[in-house]
């Protein structure tokens, strides 16, 4: 057989582009991912659908804390194949021409989707995470749709030119085979020869226009074969703006930069008429660019027959066509950047392979670029499966919601508000970029420069991915990322960055405190009179109104609390004293009441109304106005002299420093013996000093009210709390656990000392207590910050969580949306709107603050909120876990309880919560599967490492935290001389439970060092996290028993465990509706606090403390 032009075309084709082909034959290229979601969508293309079902379908999956399923993606030649990562079984295969969309997250840049369409003529949207930034799976799947496209228009001129040489026998194409070619997408190698006829590429982000419906082409003559002429990308013409660059033989092109094989574009001309196109250049939309000035040519003929995905039009001898809209036009229509080859308004369509027309007709988009269409009829709108896709963030949609104000918002299927995961995707920083980036690529020596572009936005991830994808198509190592006159404006990371959540919450959705204090003043004059005390429908009658007013008393203090501890003023300390006083009328008529209806309800068969009123009827209430205004403002000026004490050099009393962030910091870090001295007796004696002469006359007021209320003192007050028996009872558990917990406490003291002795030697005594000072934290209670300096095994260093967040440039909100996804995880609520919006993440520059981690329910429309002045490392990583679990309690028992059931069981239980979750956050098995950890690095020695630290921050904890209400209560009862032993007893008590005496020596006249500690002058009651951690080893072991763990459960992961996270939001969403008894059997199935669970989880460790220590010739004990 003779070979033709044709022929000739076919092979050198397939020859050309064979190296790109063979990576998708077989089982093509391979991605790991995850399956956002699938949905049905009612057209086949359009970019503003498919983002909504895109962020719709990853709030569902947050909302129902579903964990999405790892996948694995194959491309091939044939189809997009997805399977189950684990089982290996497929779960789609999605033929190419089939699928008529692409889009990419634009806020999330390893998110993409795109749109196949069925055989029953459905519209499926698939959204997919990759496990690296999706435009390299975009990418692969644009150069896979060129080839197929290529492949099918070079089988079917093969089988013209066959059909007209030798119709009896046509000769099909030969397959190609070659290994599998894993990722990542390499750039192919450098094109030597290329077809002298071939279809028009199209640009790295948007295929040329699909066929669309239109009317039929007017009735032509046959004309000759048209001519082809070729033009390139030269002379450095890396914007295809040099029209006149034409060559009539195709060259291997130096503007290749991305790999896509041949850049050149062949043009087809009618004889004679023979015009150049302009080039297409592969960087055409990276960077938005402008419209060309170039007038494209209107091509005629079929268009793709692979339902619209490729859009390239194959040449024939059809004549320009008539203009179906009978008008005429002044100048050729105008080229839109996104669509680079327009096709004719009447372009035929092919009788077979004709596209599914969607089920509703899509609105068409405005030209930005052309805002005045030519035509008096807009052209129908053309798209293609990549039209107008930015791989590094997508085009901004101009949609606008409103985010509500109930619940329905952070339930995204009920609701038509911003989803959760668009409103946290809005809060990444920006960089401001004016003039553009210049980006210095250095390729064989070419050089080109981006530059004098229109301002453009880019946050740090969408650059990054940026370098990525030129490193993966260039092989080109970036050492340095270049600006010239750009003038950016690096965003202040500690302002502004939830500047969108803000405007989704309406400012004025709060509480009305004068109309909320006016409805108070009048509904309590609507009391209803109770002739019964025993009348039990008199009883609800009573707790309805009582509900009605007690209700906005907690959403006004909560507010106006919120609005002192973020903004320390003269003004917001008077409002909250001006409410407690308008609200004691209200607490001094409800009291005495709910105690007479306790005493009736006792015999009552409704168990709710016994414990509710056996609730209200706790707690105390002043008679005296003077006593509430004088504590109210003793409380304030105590946190006000916390929360503003500076520690000033010893040499310049101009350079002071507050405690957050930086002496809470240099505590942390810092090694030197006497620099953490000065820092240590600094903040003592600028803040304890100081509040010492505040706090005594606060608590007198505050034992004088309890003995009012018929308590013994103020610690009999608090015991009440926790519904453990009475005081006597209650402080004998909590003897009893901290006894148990003594010989793990004592050998891990042992252990420490010694290390410490040996760094600094000829400091202390080897044999005694150990200094506050050295332990990494101002006040001793937890020592984790030190296990550098006493890690068993060096050689097997923990993963540093510090350093991870560093490295992967976590933000300050994504250590949030990271705690957040543990807990949706499980099954959990994902954080409301408001709680995006009002809660104070950083500290703030321009106001004093309580910087003391906290928070709040503030009891109106989901209104939950956080207090933290957070840092990014492992502690507030950790801090964040620990006030998001209060957040989720709050949730919990609002949703399934009335508002006297909604507390914890006891306020154990709410420190507990996060705790537990934090644990799982950070065990080795989580880190591993989080690819913070390689699994092998995990053995004896890295466990033991691991159980070291815990320990340090856990089982350290707890004499300190017992210790500081044990004082409290001597101190409240009187047993402490105030005068010769306020500060003396403190230490005896430190030195007696736990082996810590103070950095310098001491004065009982004028210090007062426990008041240096945030929980003294904010009078927080402390056994409740001495309960939280025995507590929460009790969770953590009975969720690792759900899990199916019963050994090593250090090494236990529950994340994404709905089954494990159902069982504990039922426990969470009891409230305080039942006893913490049964509540806490429940989920354990133990109805008692106990230490076993920790010793449990520690026994490890305990055992290799013990010969270690014996080994080393450690002394154990301090006395």
């Not at 703006?241 to 503007?255: F, G, H, L």
């Not at 105008?334 to 372009?347: G, L, S």
């Not at 540093?800 to 949030?816: G, H, R």
Request: negative net charge; charged residues 20%.
């Amino acid at each position: 057989m003779v070979d033709t032009p044709a022929t000739t075309t076919t092979t050198s084709t397939t020859s050309s582009n064979g190296s790109n082909a063979k990576k998708y034959e077989g089982d093509g290229l391979v991605f790991r991912a995850k399956l956002i979601g699938m949905e049905d969508l009612s057209i086949d293309r359009d970019e503003k659908i498919c983002l909504d079902s895109m962020f719709k379908l990853k709030a569902v999956v947050r909302a129902r804390g579903e964990h999405k399923q790892r996948v694995q993606l194959n491309l091939t030649m044939s189809a997009v194949k997805v399977y189950d990562e684990a089982t290996k079984a497929q779960i789609a295969s999605h033929e190419i021409e089939r699928i008529s969309f692409v889009v990419i997250d634009p806020r999330d840049t390893r998110a993409f989707g795109y749109i196949y369409n069925t055989t029953d003529d459905r519209h499926q949207f698939w959204a997919i995470k990759t496990e690296r930034a999706a435009a390299v799976t975009v990418l692969a799947l644009k150069e896979l749709f060129e080839l197929a496209f290529e492949q099918f228009t070079n089988t079917e001129k093969a089988k013209q030119v066959n059909q007209t040489t030798v119709p009896s026998s046509p000769t099909p194409s030969a397959p190609v085979t070659s290994p599998v070619q894993t990722p990542p997408v390499q750039a192919p190698p450098p094109q030597q020869q290329t077809s002298p006829v071939s279809t028009q590429q199209p640009d790295m982000f948007a295929f040329p226009a699909a066929a669309v419906a239109a009317p039929p082409p007017p009735t032509s003559t046959v004309t000759p074969a048209p001519e082809t002429t070729t033009a390139s990308l030269i002379d450095g013409d890396i914007w295809g703006d040099n029209p006149s660059s034409v060559t009539q033989a195709k060259q291997p092109s130096s503007d290749d930069i991305f790999g896509f094989g041949d850049t050149s574009t062949t043009v087809t001309h009618p004889p004679q008429q023979q015009q150049a196109a302009p080039a297409m250049d592969p960087l055409a939309d990276l960077f938005s660019s402008v419209p060309s000035t170039t007038q494209p040519q209107i091509p005629t003929g079929a268009s793709n027959p692979l339902f619209g995905v490729f859009s390239t039009n194959t040449p024939t001898s059809t004549p320009p066509p008539v203009n179906p809209y009978n008008n005429f036009y002044s100048q050729p229509p105008q080229q839109n950047i996104f669509n680079p080859t327009p096709m004719t308004f009447n372009q035929a369509q092919p009788m077979a392979f004709t596209p599914m027309p969607p089920q509703q007709q899509q609105q068409p988009q405005a030209n930005l670029l052309n805002p005045n269409p030519i035509s008096p009829v807009a052209p129908p709108t053309v798209t293609s499966p990549f039209a107008g896709l930015d791989i590094f963030g997508g085009l901004p949609s101009s949609s606008t919601t409103t985010a509500k104000t109930t619940r329905d918002a952070f339930f995204p299927t009920q609701s038509t508000a911003k989803t959760i995961q668009q409103m946290q995707m809005e809060k990444q920083p920006k960089r401001k970029m004016k003039n553009f980036i210049i980006l210095l690529l250095f390729i064989s020596s070419f050089q080109f420069s981006i530059s004098n572009q229109k301002q453009n936005y880019y946050d740090q991830r969408q650059l990054k991915a940026i370098i990525e994808i030129l490193k993966i198509k260039l092989a080109y190592e970036f050492d340095e990322l270049t600006s010239t006159n750009s003038d950016i404006e690096h965003h202040n990371d500690n302002h502004k960055q939830l500047e969108n959540y803000e405007t989704e919450v309406d400012p004025n959705d709060h509480v009305d405190i004068e109309l909320w204090n006016k409805l108070n003043e009048k509904d309590m004059k609507k009391m209803p009179v109770i002739d019964d005390y025993s009348d039990e429908i008199v009883a609800i009658k009573w707790l309805k109104w009582y509900i009605r007013i007690a209700v906005r008393h907690h959403q006004v203090g909560a507010f106006l609390n919120w609005n002192y501890v973020t903004n320390i003023t003269k003004e917001n300390q008077a409002a909250m004293t001006t409410q407690n006083l308008i609200r004691s009328p209200f607490s001094r008529l409800v009291l005495p009441i709910a105690k007479k209806f306790n005493e009736h309800m006792k015999y009552s068969k409704d168990d709710d109304l016994k414990r509710i009123f056996d609730r209200l009827a706790s707690g105390t209430v002043s008679n005296n106005n003077d006593d509430v205004k004088k504590s109210s403002e003793l409380h304030a000026q105590m946190e006000d002299i916390y929360s503003t004490t500076k520690v000033c050099e010893l040499n310049d009393n101009k350079k002071c420093y507050t405690f957050s962030p930086y002496i809470e910091r240099l505590m942390q870090i810092e090694k030197d013996y006497d620099r953490l001295l000065w820092a240590w007796k600094g903040w003592h004696d600028g803040c304890g000093n100081k509040i010492r002469s505040v706090y005594l006359p606060y608590i007198d007021l505050l034992n004088k009210n309890s003995k009012e209320n018929g308590y013994h003192d103020l610690a009999e007050r608090w015991i009440e709390d926790y519904e453990m028996g009475n005081v006597t009872e209650f402080e004998g558990t909590i003897d009893q656990i901290l006894k148990d917990i003594m010989p793990l406490y004592e050998q891990l003291h042992a252990y420490v000392r010694g290390r410490l002795c040996s760094k600094y030697q000829n400091r202390f005594d080897c044999n005694g207590p150990i200094p506050a000072h050295i332990l990494g934290n101002m006040w001793a209670q937890t020592w984790h910050d030190r296990l550098d300096d006493v890690i068993p095994y060096p050689d097997t260093p923990l993963v540093n969580i510090t350093d991870v967040l560093i490295k992967k440039q976590f933000s300050i909100d994504q250590m949030y949306t990271t705690a957040e996804s543990f807990f949706t995880s499980i099954g959990l609520y994902p954080m409301t709107p408001k709680f995006w919006a009002r809660s104070m993440f950083r500290k703030p520059t321009d106001r004093d603050v309580v910087c003391h981690a906290s928070a709040s329910d503030m009891g109106y429309h989901d209104d939950y909120r956080v207090k933290i002045c957070t840092e990014i490392n492992d502690d507030y990583f950790y801090t964040i876990h620990h006030e998001m679990g209060h957040v989720e309690y709050y949730m919990a028992y609002s949703e399934n309880q009335p508002y006297v059931y909604r507390g914890g069981a006891n306020s154990g239980f709410h420190e507990a919560i996060g705790d537990t979750i934090g644990m799982f956050a950070i065990s080795p098995a989580h880190l591993i599967k989080l690819g913070f950890l390689q699994e092998e690095a995990v053995n004896s020695h890295y466990e033991i490492n691991f159980l070291l630290r815990l320990a340090l921050q856990k089982v350290a904890f707890l004499p300190f935290s017992y210790v500081m209400d044990k004082y409290r209560f001597l101190l409240f009862r009187n047993e402490i001389h105030r005068e010769h032993e306020l500060n003396s007893k403190w230490w005896a008590l430190r030195i007696q439970h736990g082996g810590i005496m103070p950095a310098a020596p001491r004065n009982d006249e004028i210090n007062f060092d426990a008041g240096a500690k945030y929980h003294i002058p904010s009078n927080v009651p402390y056994l409740r996290y001495f309960i939280a951690h025995i507590l929460q080893f009790q969770f953590y072991r009975a969720m690792c028993r759900l899990q199916g763990v019963t050994k090593r459960l250090h090494m236990c992961d529950i994340y994404g465990n709905k089954d494990v996270g159902e069982k504990f939001k039922e426990m969470l969403s009891m409230g305080c509706s039942k006893s913490w008894s049964e509540i806490l059997e429940s989920l354990t199935g133990e109805n008692k606090l106990e230490s076993k669970a920790m010793l449990d989880y520690f026994q490890p460790l305990y055992n290799w403390l013990k010969m270690e220590n014996l080994a080393r010739g450690y002394p154990v004990g301090w006395i």
